[in-house]
């Protein structure tokens, strides 16, 4: 190939392998098409009769579930335009932890709408500016949707906890939420600090244990851990704590030692003295009253007899976080050498104990009045899937009391909020003069899309739905929205489905921010695929 | 072919061959950056090779990452990225003026014109041009405090080619503020000194300025305080843990006793220095609530960071080098050495320290400073791409309104200036010129209007009938740019739409440069082995 024959324009200037694409044809369309396909995907997991995926990653790991963060990201999505409503719905989980399938859901439908726009002739900068208006209505309105009181709230009333969990916790574990609603309340509560907004969600830990059943699960003050007492005392009550966080050893010089022995004598004697220097250390930790010992590294064998003489209980806990955390449950301070430590930097708890669950050896810290400190809800199911799933749904829940501690504010659950907003961005859109007009009343359809999925996922006429919710609606009954179970529209403040504000907020914002993104866009460049292993192409691409 | 006989598998293109080729590629790299122009460009998304995404309206940023072969358009390319190297902006620009000199240029050549005649009239319009422009300027006063608004509207003018308008808006400020926080009089302005410190969290409009540092680590203690106030700082240069010594040592010792003793003797330097700095900051602090803040540049290890948390130290290990300086201007006091002589002069202030934690990742507040000479620009934005998009925008922001500082100039935008130029080329310059060069003074003029003639068709708008108003306008005396909304003339001035000196002065004297090497250029030769592909 000589360059006499360059081909003129940008192909010929690029690399091998790169790829440019450009124009409505070309760029934007495909992108909308490649954002239509993966909402498709999120879309029937949506709401709480959301069907499940079943994901195979690259690692021949199996997931079963319908949480849409999980599910886009293993599907690695390749296609760049996807990928920004993909990083949208990662956004929203780093965020909020809930509502990532609205995230993705919605921008694939407001690009799907936006498609029709162009395919009528309207410009993708005309588009965004309607959407960009749009959007900035929408929050006006939602401001205006909030349930009026829901501002202020107790995050230690569980009933008030419980009810604005409710929603996301069903989207994920439909029918067992009323079960682990209480269980996730109950764990927050306990640990939520005097100033509600410093809480941690790392605070909330949850055990997964294979075994039993739902209704097996429960929650602990305190921790969880995964494994067995290093030393043959396994039971300690009313303990006090001493955790050093480098290890129960002899200590060690940076530089490195050599033992200098001359004779047979003192070969002996250095065994005996290093000895008598190890029980003095064990005996100096048990004389300051600690029962329990927590190393953060190894535990030396000869360390470990004298605890057992002196009847000290030892647990070994390698992660430097879970040791943190323990640390947080039990009030210690960890030591960095084995020391005596100081009364105050021993920590308590009510019991440690090991106990074998579903065959596995667990330690079980318990503390009934560390206060703020951690808890743990144990779950407990047949399958590690099942338990995966059940994670997740506690995960949100942890995290939606994370939200409502920030901003407790509600707005009307099961697709009422959408309907009004979709109701009153129409009825804006009338008034506005210019293009962007047919953009807001784009927008504002978009929303129905929501009513649309929760009910045709609950196997019920959309269409019949969609239009007696707007009937409702109109009349002035603004809350009202699906009732999933019987398949009628019910006034939600009756039936106690509240979505958290924000979550909706920041959902719908990063939604448009996205799709605003897809259409701006109106050239590609790719670089030719870097090396590497050649992957499958990822389950759930093609159709289904 | 003479060179065939030389080397039987060179490549060889001459005369015109060469010269279309040329031409080719730098009408063909005009075309992909035309799109960028203005308020009104499009973005373009850079896929790469690890799937990684970008989007830019950037030129520079986009000749950057589009790892570009074709020979001319290196060369262009080299000269647009110089363009950013020296003004920070008119990236774009210098590539769209390029490709049209040279398509100007194409139809006089193809017409049997010489084009050694050509870039003497392209020498002659330069030398004109850098005249005019001298004349054609407005005038900024910088004084003790420069004006805030037309660095405003200078920044305005750069941030709104490279983002949406409202972020765009709303960055001026920002800009405009951390510019002139970091200034001194008399002194060059180093924009080193401004810290662009990026999270990934909330939305591209919560971007925002600290006047202070932000730091992109935190406390490695647990039990260090999460936030303190009226913290006195100590930057520092020390190393807080032990080092193994350079030469190969170890110790002899016989029994547990003696190597605790060694163990104790080992820590013992690394103790005492902690130890100076728990004393200075029971100086300070005796008797106050003040807090004591060590942010070190070297590492601290466990036992000491154990040792200052029992002291009620925060301590920050492991700080970036250029985040030391910065510290020292933001909170003042200077950053030591050693701690041998500690006093409380070396104490910077702040009113807040506070550690902000998203997800695995922790960052440090040092706000509330007094007198600062160093700021964050904290850019926030929901995904990676947004953020590199801010951050790149940003960086041009600065540099336009240190540029408008040093050049204590503007100059029109809007297309105003190419127009008058353009008008001041054909009605005054190309009269005194002899001969065919003329032309070359013509095909410049035509070439300067490519920016106002881009501008309105990323608009959408008629670019014939945009230049004839323009053009007219400009007949009657008014200088007037083009109005993107509505496609009629405006006056800049009063609109707020102004250029860097700096920048409108780089392309007019890179662009005939580099046009003229390409112009001249009559044979292209590719040989030796490792240029040649296997076909």
């Known amino acids: ?544 | 072919m003479s060179l065939r006989v030389l080397n039987p598998n060179a490549e060889v293109l001459n005369k015109s061959a060469a010269l279309h080729m040329t031409i080719n590629a730098a009408k063909g790299l005009q075309d992909v950056l035309k799109t960028n122009l203005g308020p009104k460009g499009t973005i373009k998304m850079l896929v790469g090779g690890a799937g990684d995404i970008k989007l830019t309206k950037d030129g520079n940023t986009l000749l950057k990452e589009m790892q570009i072969q074709n020979p001319t358009a290196i060369m262009i390319a080299r000269t647009a990225v110089a363009q950013d190297d020296a003004s920070g902006d008119g990236t774009t620009s210098t590539v769209l003026f390029i490709g049209e000199l040279m398509k100007q240029s194409e139809r006089y050549i193809d017409e049997g014109m010489h084009p050694r005649v050509l870039v003497d009239g392209f020498d002659i319009a330069k030398r004109a041009i850098l005249e005019f422009i001298e004349k054609f300027k407005t005038h900024v006063t910088v004084g003790e405090t420069p004006d805030a608004e037309i660095l405003k509207m200078v920044a305005r003018t750069t941030l709104r080619t490279k983002l949406y308008e409202s972020l765009a808006d709303q960055l001026t400020d920002i800009v405009v503020n951390a510019v002139l926080c970091v200034r001194k009089p008399d002194e060059p302005i180093d924009l080193f000194m401004v810290e662009i410190m990026h999270m990934r969290h909330k939305f591209d409009v919560d971007t925002r300025l600290v006047e202070g540092l932000v730091l992109d680590h935190g406390s490695r203690h647990p039990d260090m305080k999460r936030r303190v106030e009226n913290c006195h700082i100590l930057t520092c240069n020390v190393s807080l843990e032990y080092e193994k010594s350079e030469v190969n040592a170890g110790f002899f010792y016989s029994n547990a006793e003696q190597r605790e003793k060694m163990v104790a003797a080992e820590r013992r330097q690394v103790d005492d220095r902690v130890r100076k700095i728990i004393e200075l900051k029971n100086k300070v602090c005796s008797g106050n609530d003040n807090n004591f803040v060590v942010i070190n540049q070297k590492g601290i290890d466990p036992p000491s960071l154990d040792l200052l948390a029992r002291a009620g130290i925060v301590a920050l290990r492991r700080a970036k080098r250029r985040n030391m300086e910065r510290l020292v201007l933001a909170c003042g006091g200077e950053a030591v050495n050693s701690v041998d002589d500690l006093t409380p002069d070396c104490l910077g202030w702040a009113g807040l320290v506070y550690e902000h934690v998203l997800g695995e990742e922790k960052y440090t507040f040092v706000e509330n400073v007094k007198n600062p000479h160093s700021c964050t620009i904290l850019i926030k934005g929901p995904n990676d791409h947004t953020i590199a998009q801010i951050k790149d925008a940003v960086r041009d922001g600065l540099r336009s309104v240190k540029n408008t500082i040093e050049d204590e100039a503007v100059i029109l935008g809007a297309g105003a200036f190419e127009v008058a130029a353009s008008q001041h080329l054909v009605n005054n310059v190309k009269k005194t010129v002899q001969g065919r060069a003329q032309l070359g003074v013509q095909a410049f003029a035509d070439a300067l209007l490519v920016v106002p003639k881009t501008l309105a068709e990323n608009s959408g708008l008629d670019t014939q009938d945009v230049i004839i108003a323009l053009t007219g306008e400009h007949d009657k005396g008014f200088i007037v740019g083009l109005n993107q909304h509505t496609g009629d003339p405006i006056d800049p001035l009063m609109e707020g739409i102004f250029d860097n000196y700096s920048v409108k002065r780089q392309i007019i004297n890179s662009g005939p440069v580099i046009a003229s090497q390409l112009l001249l250029v009559d044979e292209v030769i590719r040989a030796g082995r490792n240029m040649r592909k296997p076909s």
């Open chain 1, 1 to 544: 190939m000589g360059f006499q024959m360059q081909p003129y324009g940008i192909q010929s200037m690029l690399k091998e392998g790169h790829k440019h694409l450009s124009g409505l044809d070309e760029a934007v369309l495909k992108n909308i098409d490649a954002c239509k396909q993966l909402s498709q995907i999120t879309r029937t997991s949506l709401g709480p009769n959301g069907m499940n995926k079943m994901v195979i990653n690259h690692l021949d790991k199996l997931f079963v579930t319908n949480d849409a963060a999980t599910i886009v990201n293993e599907l690695e999505v390749q296609h760049p335009a996807a990928k920004i409503c993909v990083l949208a719905g990662k956004a929203q989980q780093e965020e909020i932890g809930d509502g990532a399938n609205l995230t993705i859901s919605f921008a694939g439908e407001l690009l799907q709408n936006a498609e029709e726009l162009i395919r009528m002739g309207l410009h993708p900068s005309e588009i965004i500016r309607g959407y960009s208006k749009g959007i900035t209505k929408t929050i006006e309105i939602l401001d205006e949707l909030v349930e009026q009181g829901s501002d202020t709230m107790d995050v230690r009333n569980k009933n008030e906890v419980v009810s604005r969990m409710k929603s996301a916790v069903a989207s994920k574990q439909f029918g067992q939420e009323d079960i682990l609603c209480p269980l996730i309340a109950d764990a927050c509560i306990q640990v939520c600090p005097k100033n509600p907004t410093n809480f941690n969600v790392d605070n909330v830990r949850v055990a997964k244990l294979l075994g039993g059943g739902l209704h097996n699960c429960s929650i602990i003050r305190g921790m969880v851990l995964k494994n067995d007492a290093v030393g043959s005392i396994k039971k300690m009550e009313k303990a006090k704590i001493a955790v050093f966080a480098g290890g129960v050893d002899t200590s060690a010089t940076e530089t490195k030692g050599t033992v200098l022995i001359h004779n047979a004598e003192q070969l002996e004697n250095y065994a005996k003295t290093e000895e008598a220097k190890v029980e003095e250390l064990i005996k100096a930790v048990a004389d300051s009253g600690a029962k329990v010992i927590v190393s953060g590294g190894a535990v030396g064998e000869m360390a470990l007899h004298f605890c057992e003489r002196y009847k000290l209980m030892v647990l070994k806990i390698s992660s430097k976080f879970e040791l943190r955390r323990f640390c947080r449950t039990t009030g210690a301070v960890a030591l960095l050498k084995l020391s005596q430590p100081n009364p105050d930097e021993l920590g308590y708890a009510d019991s440690v104990s090991v106990q074998e669950v579903g065959g596995v050896r667990v330690t079980i810290v318990k503390n009934e009045e560390g206060g703020n400190s951690v808890s743990t809800v144990v779950l407990r199911g047949s399958t590690d899937s099942i338990l995966d799933d059940l994670e997740r749904a506690v995960d949100d829940g942890v995290n939606t009391y994370k939200a409502m501690c920030r901003d407790s504010r509600i707005v009307p659950g099961a697709a009422a909020t959408e309907i009004e907003l979709a109701r009153r961005l129409k009825e804006f859109s009338f008034k506005e003069t210019g293009l962007d007009q047919y953009a807001i009343a784009k927008f504002a359809e978009s929303f129905e899309m929501v009513p649309k999925t929760l009910a045709e996922n609950a196997g019920l006429n959309a269409i019949e739905i969609i239009s007696s919710l707007y009937a409702e609606h109109a009349a002035g009954n603004t809350k009202v929205g699906i009732d999933l179970e019987e398949g009628i529209c019910k006034d939600m403040s009756t039936m106690n489905i509240w979505d958290l504000y924000v979550t909706k907020y920041f959902a719908l914002k990063y939604a448009a921010d996205a799709a605003c993104t897809v259409l701006r866009v109106d050239q590609i460049i790719m670089a030719k695929p870097a090396g590497g292993p050649k992957r499958d192409q990822p389950a759930g691409m093609d159709e289904d």
